[in-house]
């Protein structure tokens, strides 16, 4: 059966694979995203035409009061929320002893406390019902250490450390609440590295090739599935064997 789903940063990248490839599986979705429109709203038409349902809202995770606003809005829309996957993301990578204060605290505000942010408006309403499902996404920068992310690398390691105490505090009332810890994958955010980078990092991954969006939304989708029900706690690497 169709679950209810919220996503964050849902118009680009990894999270409109993930949003496309639910709707596609018959799934309604209430999406989020900082500044993409037109994209967002290209996505919203395109799983219309094909009989399936999202919603898309302009707002900024990082801000506590904003992402009440999209819950808010995502419950007007879908009604009951049966799946929160908190995605979205950024990097600014910088070498630590020359990162302005600002980079390092933009980072932790987008990607951990913004996990806080949306999973806090939630949680109650989850435990109330007995029932809800919640899939984080880190990166393999979470579980191992890469020299220029130390913003990121902190902030996709708290997600794991978040994922494993709330998994432990919800298990009880039959939530699970799992991480997805992507490795290099196709994307506006790695199409930024140059290309003599790009090569030198495909020899020290064992699958020597980046990952496609949709081999990180296949494993969402099994997630998000009845058939996942009792994992809960644990971080799925989709990562061409990088922490193998
Ligand atoms: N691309 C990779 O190789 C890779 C690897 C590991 C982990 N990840 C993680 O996967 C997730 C998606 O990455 P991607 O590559 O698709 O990124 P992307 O830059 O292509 O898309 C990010 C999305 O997040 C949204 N977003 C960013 N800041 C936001 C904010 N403050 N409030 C609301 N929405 C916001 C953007 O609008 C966009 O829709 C991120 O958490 C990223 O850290 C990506």
């Given amino acids: 059966m169709g679950k209810k789903i919220v996503l964050t940063g849902g118009a680009r990248g990894i999270g409109r694979a993930v949003v496309e490839n639910l709707a596609s599986e018959g799934h309604e979705i209430a999406f989020n995203y900082k500044a993409s429109k037109d994209d967002a709203d290209q996505i919203v038409r395109k799983i219309a035409d094909n009989n399936g349902t999202a919603f898309a809202f302009q707002s900024d995770i990082s801000d506590y009061e904003q992402a009440g606003e999209f819950i808010k809005n995502a419950k007007e829309q879908l009604g009951d929320i049966d799946v929160l996957i908190n995605n979205a993301g950024i990097t600014r990578d910088k070498s630590l002893f020359i990162m302005p204060s600002e980079e390092w605290n933009e980072v932790i505000n ?5 996990c806080f942010n949306v ?5 109650g309403f989850f435990m109330k019902n007995k029932k809800g499902n919640i899939i984080n ?12 992310q130390t913003n990121y690398c902190a902030s996709k390691a708290g997600i794991i450390g978040f994922t494993r105490s709330l998994a432990r505090e919800v298990a009880k009332l039959q939530i699970p609440v799992n991480c997805v810890a992507p490795g290099y994958i196709e994307t506006d955010m790695t199409a930024k590295i140059p290309e003599k980078h790009r090569k030198e990092l495909k020899k020290m991954i064992p699958m020597q090739r980046f990952g496609s969006v949709a081999e990180v939304a296949d494993l969402i989708s ?8 009792y994992i809960t706690g644990h971080v799925f690497a989709v990562d061409g064997g990088m922490t193998a």
């Fill in 222 to 229: 099994f997630l998000v599935s009845d058939k996942a029900g």
């Fill in 110 to 114: 987008t990607n951990l406390n913004g």
């Fill in 137 to 148: 996404v880190s990166s393999v920068s979470g579980i191992v250490g890469v020299a220029g």
């Fill in 119 to 123: 999973t806090r408006h939630l949680i």
